[in-house]
């Protein structure tokens, strides 16, 4: 009934298909914003704007003018929730007709809690410049689905982990404006895998796992306008992109598509992270409060495939959107020991109805935070935040197929919905001045 496969390369660059990386967390698809607890308090409204070590990693004209050795430090544990639900989900095997794809209908929690560190230091060469060194995790996350999930044809286990080093310099060219750039340098690890449909449906599936780790580099460069009483910052993160050198293992296929198990050393995927452009705004309305403002475009349209080198040679499609979030928030000092603080933020997701799969189980969301910080001496400050991420429900619908172009192609309908998704993400950290 089937012609067989007749080329181990063959089949594997047909089943490549499923890949792709996701992640509902603090930000936007899988990046991370959660990189200061100060800034978590007020929903990250005016980083770019703020000073020293902790909005490193927004802005480094952060750090131009600063007087004192100065370190900051957080942990962020993030604890998401929500329903990936099957809706109705086709799969039609060679010469069947279309069949419900089958499987634990309700994916509950599939992405993982985590726990997200960072840091940034920084040091005055003179009074007019700074240098320092942020380490972060900007794109990192970790989803699960069960074996017998109905989504299990384009999600199984997926790993992402980045640790962005990004050593920084400031300057102050005028007692207005503060210039900052920065080189970063990235290490990444992925891991992805799925399962694969055999010709029936009573034989046991068949997996295809993708691993791979490589380091890249990209730059940030900022402005920041100094007053009396207001701050504006203006920055610029650029897109990166990595190139993760690993294995590529398909393996339970049996019958006419047993010649598809494959184990390749060697592979390599690359991919684009989005840049960001970041606008943001301090206000000092009185002397106790502060007004925050910051806008972030990202370009997210830079990750429109994953594109897999030779032997395979295949473009795997994301086509992502630009994307933007929006944050407003305030600081309130009670005393001089004691600040308060508080801030919203909408996001715009760049997964796009149509093309929405389960292992990007994104949508748009808006964001409730509050934190504060208190003055525990005159070199030590502590910083405390919770925010509540609420996802709005969306659809999982992208149509993908399993052995595309070849006789065995296994076309899979994805219907599905993401419900009552929500994160809660604490944070806290400390600030040091030596």
Same mark, same amino acid.
């Given at each position: 009934?089937?012609?067989?496969?007749?080329?181990?390369?063959?089949?594997?660059?047909?089943?490549?298909?499923?890949?792709?990386?996701?992640?509902?967390?603090?930000?936007?698809?899988?990046?991370?914003?959660?990189?200061?607890?100060?800034?978590? *308090?007020? !929903?990250?409204?005016? /980083?770019?704007? &703020?000073?020293?070590? +902790?909005?490193?990693?927004? @802005?480094?004209? %952060?750090?131009?003018?600063?007087?004192?050795?100065?370190?900051?430090?957080?942990?962020?544990?993030?604890?998401?929730?929500?329903?990936?639900?099957?809706?109705?989900?086709?799969?039609?095997?060679?010469?069947?007709?279309?069949?419900?794809?089958?499987?634990?209908?309700?994916?509950?929690?599939?992405?993982?809690?985590?726990?997200?560190?960072?840091?940034?230091?920084?040091?005055?060469?003179?009074?007019?410049?700074?240098?320092?060194?942020?380490?972060?995790?900007?794109?990192?996350?970790?989803?699960?689905?069960?074996?017998?999930?109905?989504?299990?044809?384009?999600?199984?286990?997926?790993?992402?982990?980045?640790?962005?080093?990004?050593?920084?310099?400031?300057?102050?060219?005028?007692?207005?404006?503060?210039? *900052?750039? !920065?080189?970063?340098? /990235?290490?990444? &690890?992925?891991?992805? +895998?799925?399962?694969?449909? @055999?010709?029936? %449906?009573?034989?046991?599936?068949?997996?295809?796992?993708?691993?791979?780790?490589?380091?890249?580099?990209?730059?940030?460069?900022?402005?920041?306008?100094?007053?009396?009483?207001?701050?504006?910052?203006?920055?610029?993160?650029?897109?990166?992109?990595?190139?993760?050198?690993?294995?590529?293992?398909?393996?339970?296929?049996?019958?006419?598509?047993?010649?598809?198990?494959?184990?390749?050393?060697?592979?390599?995927?690359?991919?684009?992270?989005?840049?960001?452009?970041?606008?943001?705004?301090?206000?000092?309305?009185?002397?106790?409060?502060?007004?925050?403002?910051?806008?972030?475009?990202?370009?997210?349209?830079?990750?429109?495939?994953?594109?897999?080198?030779?032997?395979?040679?295949?473009?795997?499609?994301?086509?992502?959107?630009?994307?933007?979030?929006?944050?407003?928030?305030?600081?309130?000092?009670?005393?001089?020991?004691?600040?308060?603080?508080?801030?919203?933020?909408?996001?715009?997701?760049?997964?796009?109805?149509?093309?929405?799969?389960?292992?990007?189980?994104?949508?748009?969301?808006?964001?409730?935070?509050?934190?504060?910080?208190?003055?525990?001496?005159?070199?030590?400050?502590?910083?405390?935040?919770?925010?509540?991420?609420?996802?709005?429900?969306?659809?999982?619908?992208?149509?993908?197929?399993?052995?595309?172009?070849?006789?065995?192609?296994?076309?899979?309908?994805?219907?599905?919905?993401?419900?009552?998704?929500?994160?809660?993400?604490?944070?806290?950290?400390?600030?040091?001045?030596?």
């Amino acid at each position: 009934m089937f012609n067989r496969i007749k080329a181990p390369l063959l089949g594997a660059t047909a089943l490549v298909s499923a890949f792709g990386f996701a992640g509902i967390a603090h930000a936007d698809a899988f990046y991370l914003e959660a990189q200061s607890a100060r800034g978590a *308090g007020r !929903a990250f409204s005016g /980083e770019a704007a &703020d000073t020293g070590p +902790s909005s490193l990693w927004w @802005n480094p004209a %952060a750090i131009a003018g600063i007087t004192d050795p100065e370190a900051a430090v957080s942990a962020t544990a993030i604890l998401p929730k929500g329903d990936v639900v099957d809706n109705g989900t086709l799969i039609r095997r060679p010469g069947q007709a279309f069949a419900p794809v089958g499987g634990n209908a309700v994916s509950r929690d599939p992405i993982n809690n985590g726990v997200l560190p960072s840091g940034a230091i920084a040091y005055p060469v003179n009074d007019r410049i700074a240098v320092g060194l942020a380490i972060t995790s900007p794109f990192s996350f970790t989803t699960d689905y069960d074996a017998n999930s109905w989504a299990r044809y384009s999600a199984d286990k997926t790993r992402l982990r980045t640790i962005d080093i990004q050593p920084s310099i400031g300057v102050v060219l005028t007692d207005w404006l503060r210039v *900052g750039g !920065a080189l970063n340098v /990235e290490y990444t &690890d992925a891991y992805l +895998s799925n399962a694969l449909p @055999n010709v029936l %449906a009573s034989l046991p599936d068949g997996s295809q796992t993708l691993r791979g780790h490589g380091w890249d580099f990209g730059w940030t460069a900022g402005v920041q306008l100094h007053n009396k009483i207001a701050t504006v910052g203006i920055s610029y993160k650029s897109s990166i992109e990595h190139t993760l050198t690993g294995n590529l293992d398909i393996a339970g296929l049996v019958g006419p598509l047993a010649a598809s198990n494959v184990s390749l050393s060697g592979v390599q995927a690359k991919f684009r992270t989005p840049g960001q452009v970041i606008v943001a705004g301090r206000l000092r309305a009185t002397n106790a409060l502060t007004l925050n403002a910051q806008v972030v475009a990202y370009n997210w349209s830079k990750f429109d495939a994953i594109r897999l080198g030779a032997p395979l040679n295949v473009a795997i499609p994301e086509t992502y959107r630009d994307s933007w979030s929006l944050a407003g928030g305030v600081d309130y000092a009670v005393g001089p020991k004691v600040t308060l603080r508080a801030g919203g933020q909408r996001t715009i997701t760049p997964t796009q109805d149509g093309l929405r799969d389960a292992r990007v189980p994104d949508s748009n969301r808006w964001t409730y935070a509050a934190g504060g910080s208190y003055q525990l001496n005159r070199h030590i400050a502590l910083d405390a935040a919770a925010s509540y991420v609420d996802f709005d429900n969306t659809t999982i619908d992208r149509v993908t197929a399993a052995y595309a172009g070849t006789a065995a192609q296994t076309p899979v309908v994805t219907n599905g919905l993401l419900r009552n998704a929500h994160a809660v993400v604490l944070s806290m950290g400390a600030r040091v001045t030596f």
